[in-house]
């Protein structure tokens, strides 16, 4: 029996129907989650994290196997699916819920991540507003909010190879 190894990694890029679809598409990427982090609510729905009251944001978790796809590659799929620069804010998305964020599970994880702002920080022309942070409890989202787009037959985001 081959043992999987795989590690699980959290991002926030304004919708999650998109962002989880993006990084459905990378080679690696084992599973993905749609759901909510960074708040002080527990088990919030939908509905609360749309009031604002919350502190969470939309956000994937990404499970991968490390052997076939590097941590690394995930953080730079993430700077190329999103706006790093509007606060708050994705497209017509507005409010708390749509920021941009890192949630790192490991020190190595943060490191990468820090790194990477540095570098994506070069091709943007405004300040990245990205805030990287450690993972907290991720509540997954309701059933309808995974694979969005999948079960709709539609593409979301697409990813830079």
């Known amino acids: 029996?081959?043992?999987?190894?795989?590690?699980?990694?959290?991002?926030?890029?304004?919708?999650?129907?998109g962002v989880e679809s993006a990084f459905r598409q990378i080679p690696g990427v084992i599973a993905t989650t749609?759901?909510?982090?960074?708040?002080?609510?527990?088990?919030?729905?939908?509905e609360d994290v749309c009031s604002g009251t919350?502190?969470?944001a939309e956000a994937v978790e990404v499970e991968f196997d490390p052997l076939l796809v590097?941590?690394?590659r995930l953080v730079e799929a993430f700077w190329s699916i999103?706006?790093?620069?509007?606060?708050?804010?994705?497209?017509?998305d507005?409010?708390?819920?749509?920021?941009s964020a890192i949630f790192y599970a490991t020190p190595?994880?943060?490191?990468?991540?820090?790194?990477?702002?540095e570098k994506a920080q070069k091709r943007f022309s405004k300040p990245i507003v990205t805030q990287i942070l450690p993972a907290t409890a991720f509540w997954r989202a309701e059933e309808y909010h995974q694979q969005y787009?999948?079960?709709?037959?539609?593409a979301g985001c697409a990813v830079v190879h």
């Open 34 to 46: 749609a759901g909510y982090t960074g708040g002080c609510f527990k088990d919030p729905s939908y």
């Open 82 to 92: 999103h706006d790093p620069t509007t606060l708050n804010r994705q497209g017509p």
């Open 149 to 154: 787009w999948e079960k709709r037959g539609k």
């Open 54 to 56: 919350t502190g969470h």
């Open 108 to 117: 190595r994880q943060e490191t990468l991540a820090r790194a990477s702002l």
């Open 1 to 17: 029996m081959v043992k999987l190894t795989s590690e699980k990694a959290v991002f926030a890029a304004g919708c999650f129907w």
């Open 70 to 72: 590097r941590y690394k």
């Open 94 to 99: 507005a409010g708390s819920q749509y920021r």
